[in-house]
């Protein structure tokens, strides 16, 4: 499982020296998810991030990394891009029968999901912090620090043996303390201009009312929906006047193709009681005119 984090790191996180620095707080993370819904079936699925943009993917079919921006090889060349990959593409499938074969002992029942999030942070003034966890169903079991894993606070057992496991590999070990600690602070010391006004980008947001699925006799669900919009950050809430409706319900906010994001906030009601609620949106890029729709 480990093994198959670090090719792509290497790849992702590499660039060459340079002295522009972000001023304000961003961080560059993997997430790695697999979904094993039986002793012989898995889904792997792979994105990285620099702050709230997506730089990089993996084609899982032809086992080749994709570069979503111009400036996302950093310095790699060719032929270390190809050989990173070839290797990449051999531990993928070497990875599943890892956890496979230790489902039993680990206590991994199917179907079951694994999400690893790796990377590091530049904090205003220049601290830079590293962060690694493994998790099971959502919940953290392993972090990493010091060259070593070790398990998480409400881990237990399985995390413990886990952790056993994984430290016997020190070479594996060598080369993810040196991802954290040195590959990714010197990625984020190194973002290109190009980098930085794609993550400044601010895009206006569109908004639209709809209905929603029939919540029960006499009830109404309205859908708010926010699209398009750069960056991240932003504020929906369903009002009456100058007051926020209670029970009001958002969905993540998620990524469209264009980079930019999307959201729903929904709002069950008396279907009598629609008049006067109204949708308000804010968002950086609107400049302090929020959108209102009635």
């Not at 943009?53 to 996302?72: A, E, M, V, Y």
């Amino acid at each position: 499982m480990l093994f198959l984090q670090i090719p792509l790191l290497a790849v992702l996180l590499a660039a060459g020296d340079n002295e522009d620095a972000f001023q304000e707080e961003i961080s560059f993370k993997m997430i790695h998810s697999s979904s094993f819904y039986n002793d012989s079936w898995v889904k792997i699925r792979y994105s990285a991030w620099l702050g709230d943009l997506q730089t990089h993917g993996w084609d899982i079919n032809s086992g080749r990394i994709i570069f979503l921006r111009p400036w996302s090889k950093g310095n790699l060349g060719k032929e270390e891009i190809k050989e990173l990959e070839e290797f990449f593409r051999a531990f993928s499938i070497e990875m599943p029968h890892e956890l496979h074969r230790h489902a039993s002992e680990w206590k991994f029942k199917y179907p079951f999901e694994i999400q690893i999030r790796m990377g590091c942070e530049l904090h205003p003034g220049g601290a830079i912090v590293d962060f690694y966890g493994f998790a099971y169903q959502g919940s953290e079991l392993l972090h990493f620090q010091n060259n070593s894993w070790l398990p998480s606070p409400k881990g237990g057992t399985r995390a413990q043996d886990m952790c056993r496991r994984f430290n016997q590999y020190l070479v594996v070990k060598n080369v993810v303390q040196r991802i954290l600690s040195d590959t990714c602070p010197r990625f984020l010391l190194s973002i290109p201009e190009a980098g930085k006004a794609d993550l400044q980008r601010e895009v206006k947001p569109e908004a639209w009312l709809s209905t929603g699925p029939n919540p029960g006799p006499g009830r109404q669900m309205l859908v708010c929906h926010v699209s398009g919009f750069h960056p991240k950050p932003i504020w929906v809430k369903w009002m009456r006047g100058e007051h926020l409706q209670q029970g009001t319900q958002q969905s993540d906010t998620l990524p469209n193709a264009d980079g930019t994001w999307y959201l729903q906030v929904f709002l069950d009601v008396e279907a009598t009681e629609t008049s006067g609620l109204y949708c308000r949106v804010r968002h950086s890029s609107l400049g302090g005119q929020d959108i209102l729709l009635y």
